[in-house]
T-cell receptor
Framework: GQNIDQPTEMTATEGAIVQINCTYQ??????LFWYQQHAGEAPTFLSY??LDGLEEKGRFSSFLSRSKGYSYLLLKELQMKDSASYLC??????????WGAGTKLIIKP | GAVVSQHPSRVICKSGTSVKIECRSL??????MFWYRQFPKQSLMLMAT?????????EQGVEKDKFLINHASLTLSTLTVTSAHPEDSSFYIC?????????????FGSGTRLTVV
């Protein structure tokens, strides 16, 4: 079966760094996505990785290891507005997105 | 960038009535739209995949006669919740691929909060 695992909840301090991990087992692989979702709103696209390595985009970076079925989202210089759920999703061989349950990130002052 | 417009954003309806939700791709052609449902504190649950000009493909456990999907054009897909009941109250979101460019992921509509009373 297809499976995406990520922690349910994480807490971090404003100004710090946090890493949200995601492991996956899917039928085929056409890339891994990270989305941010604030409560009551639709998800917004953060990043896409299809090759191994680190992709940096401002305060956010995303890493992928296809051989390990592993990715992480790294958030630096945390701000209160970063409090949200972060969803990991893998695009399978049929180009369908398989979603993780999301990680709720709580930022404390 | 790719934009998907979804409305209404909120709707309250009486039990037994039907509600239509529209999703439009504003600046690209969406051959495929995905309809999701999300209950509080849970992840997205794919309900169905809507392909322009053909019947939608429903996920297991989703009643196709209750959740009617129409994708009549490359820019419009609709979801109609028929004979709505309180347990249908949820957050419904559509998404579409951006002209086949995988790296952009899927653009989401802003979601519709349905409350059935």
């Amino acid at each position: 079966g297809q499976n995406i695992d990520q922690p349910t909840e994480m807490t971090a301090t404003e100004g710090a760094i946090v890493q949200i991990n995601c492991t996956y087992q899917t039928s085929g692989f056409n890339g891994l996505f990270w989305y941010q979702q604030h409560a009551g709103e639709a998800p917004t696209f953060l990043s896409y990785n299809v090759l191994d390595g680190l992709e940096e985009k401002g305060r956010f970076s995303s890493f992928l290891s296809r051989s390990k079925g592993y990715s992480y989202l790294l958030l630096k210089e945390l701000q209160m507005k970063d409090s949200a759920s972060y969803l990991c999703a893998v695009m399978d061989s049929n180009y369908q997105l398989i979603w993780g349950a999301g990680t709720k990130l709580i930022i404390k002052p | 960038g790719a934009v998907v417009s979804q409305h209404p954003s909120r709707v309250i309806c009486k039990s037994g009535t039907s509600v239509k939700i529209e999703c439009r791709s504003l600046d690209f052609q969406a051959t495929t739209m995905f309809w999701y449902r999300q209950f509080p504190k849970q992840s997205l649950m794919l309900m169905a995949t809507s392909n322009e000009g053909s019947k939608a493909t429903y996920e297991q456990g989703v009643e196709k006669d209750k959740f009617l999907i129409n994708h009549a054009s490359l820019t419009l897909s609709t979801l109609t919740v028929t004979s709505a009941h309180p347990e249908d109250s949820s957050f419904y979101i559509c998404s579409a691929g951006y002209s086949g460019e995988v790296s952009y992921g899927y653009t989401f509509g802003s979601g519709t909060r349905l409350t059935v009373v």
